[in-house]
């Protein structure tokens, strides 16, 4: 993006700098997580992280399918949300040194990357529809819906275990 | 927090720590509203994000009564996430011309800024439930349930109307 300029002229160029918004956040999501699955004492967060990894890697391979559809070449451009709020994860949880509580921290910053997520993909869908990419939108609906699965599976984590062995 | 020292040292410390994120966060979407607003075309979006910064405002308010109860003195911590998802909101933004793609974008922006909301709230009334802080429960759980209504009616004007516009 030019620095004077205002290249994004249609709705169609919002979705394609959305698109390369999501490739840099996944990337730096999947650069993320090894530390963070590093960092949990819990073995059922500790394979919840590593599963939702595994997906990531997935989502990111859907992301260039749909590049792909658009005739576009998959690429990133920076993303200072995702940067921000996995800053804002490594910042808390370095201060933490109580295993029980880190690990209801890191579920914390995991929804936090989760909720991010939801939010793009499901605006993502939005304008897919709306300019008509129908081939486009199944792929997105997928990640969307393993977005919003991963949140509530470290929901009912926090809920049953990891809190009240925090508190 | 100290640079090297571990100062959460407890679920208890952890909520509070999210506490003060918060409050930082919420004064900064409070001095980042009256720009978007400004921005907006639409009349229904304008009107939709004064009357969010209204309700946002008194959730300042309800998280200075969280405070209260903890007998803590109500005070924010840097919240690199709030920081980069305004700054991208603002990035984006300044690089559209067109009014009607610029109101898709906004409507995109709130609606990545309720999101991490929705996600912190959410953590915060569950450490809540499991610390047996009741009073606090009722609180953040307002705000809650007014994130997801803000959103919800982004998600319906983006749909029923701005999309289509822009596309």
Redesign the interface.
Known sequence: ?GLF???????D??FL??LQ?MYYAEKQIIKAMPTMIDSASSEALKDALQTHLRETEQQVQRLEQVFQLQGAQAQGVE???????I??AK??N?????K??LD??L??SA??V???E???Y??LI??AQ??GKTDCVPLLRKTLEEEKAADAKL?GL??QTI??R??
Do not use: K
């Open positions: 993006m300029t205002r290249d994004i002229e249609s709705l160029d919002l700098h959305q918004d993303c200072p949300a995702i940067d921000g709020i800053d804002e910042d808390v370095s201060e933490i040194a109580d029980s509580v209801s921290a579920i914390a929804q936090s989760e909720h991010y939801i939010s793009r499901g605006t939005a304008w709306c300019l929901t926090a809920e809190n009240r925090a508190a």
